[in-house]
Nanobody, 120 residues
Framework: QVHLVESGGGLVQAGGSLRLSCAAS?????????????LGWHRQAPGKEREMVAA???????MYADSVKGRFTISRDNAKSTLYLQMSSLKPEDTGVYYC?????????WGQGAQVTVSP
């Protein structure tokens, strides 16, 4: 069982930056650098389906939604079992609730969600 706690959301003006963090913990051993982990960030705006904005698997093969390419960067700190999403040049269209998602062995773990609001 993995517990994910998100932080870093907030209100920012267009053009600004935010960094979201997703800290993972477990009662037993946890090493997010182990093979098999999918680590991703998804967001959802009111009335819209949740979409993947950035993800990485096994530390390689990063993926980004077209709408955020060049502006968002996904990274991780294995020692801290923490996933990050650095968001720059934010746009009002980026507004939504951002969820981190860890998947391994068919188990899905979600963060509680972080509200990101970008004002014009």
């Amino acid at each position: 069982q993995v517990h994910l706690v998100e932080s870093g959301g907030g209100l920012v003006q267009a053009g600004g930056s935010l960094r979201l963090s997703c800290a993972a913990s477990a009662s037993g051993r946890l090493n997010i650098s182990d093979l098999g982990w999918y680590l991703g960030w998804h967001r959802q705006a009111p009335g819209k389906e949740r979409e993947m904005v950035a993800a990485t698997r096994n530390g390689v093969g990063t993926m980004y939604a077209d709408s955020v390419k060049g502006r968002f960067t996904i990274s991780r700190d294995n020692a801290k079992s923490t996933l990050y999403l650095q968001m720059s040049s934010l746009k009002p269209e980026d507004t939504g609730v951002y969820y981190c998602n860890f998947v391994r062995f068919g188990n899905y773990y979600w963060g509680q969600g972080a509200q990101v609001t970008v004002s014009p």
